[in-house]
């Protein structure tokens, strides 16, 4: 196997071709995962994110939140350990309702709905 020459380039080319390659794939990749909320124009759109975060850390979250009924936070079980992790953690309350439509639809289809 042959030495790599792409080493032998000057450090600001190499620079150039790494913050390119940056900018292409690993920027957008952050931009489009699931949970970034910037694409929002709102003041609580990091407090959503905290949110996403906090569900998306709690084992048995998601389908907790897919399975309960759309007025969550009126007829969840509360005693159940999985709402308590959620309620206690959470940031603010109505990010549980779109927390809850994510759980129940995808993060597409909340994207496409958002846009």
């Keep these: 196997m042959g030495r790599n020459l792409f080493y032998d380039l000057p450090i600001e080319l190499i620079n150039l071709v790494y913050k390119q390659y940056h900018t292409n794939y690993v920027l957008k990749q ?3 995962r699931p949970g970034n909320f910037s694409f ?3 003041d609580w759109a990091d407090i959503l994110e905290q949110d996403y975060r ?3 850390n709690i084992p048995g979250a998601w389908e907790f939140l897919r ?3 759309y007025n969550f936070i009126m007829y969840a079980n509360r005693r159940n350990v999985i709402f308590k992790k959620i309620y206690n953690s959470i940031n603010i309350g109505n990010s549980l ?3 809850q439509f994510i759980a129940k639809n995808g993060w597409g289809l909340f994207r496409n709905y958002y846009n």
């Design 54 to 56: 906090v569900v998306d």
């Design 30 to 32: 952050l931009l489009t």
């Design 40 to 42: 929002m124009d709102t």
């Design 67 to 69: 399975v309960c009924d």
């Design 97 to 99: 309702y779109i927390l």
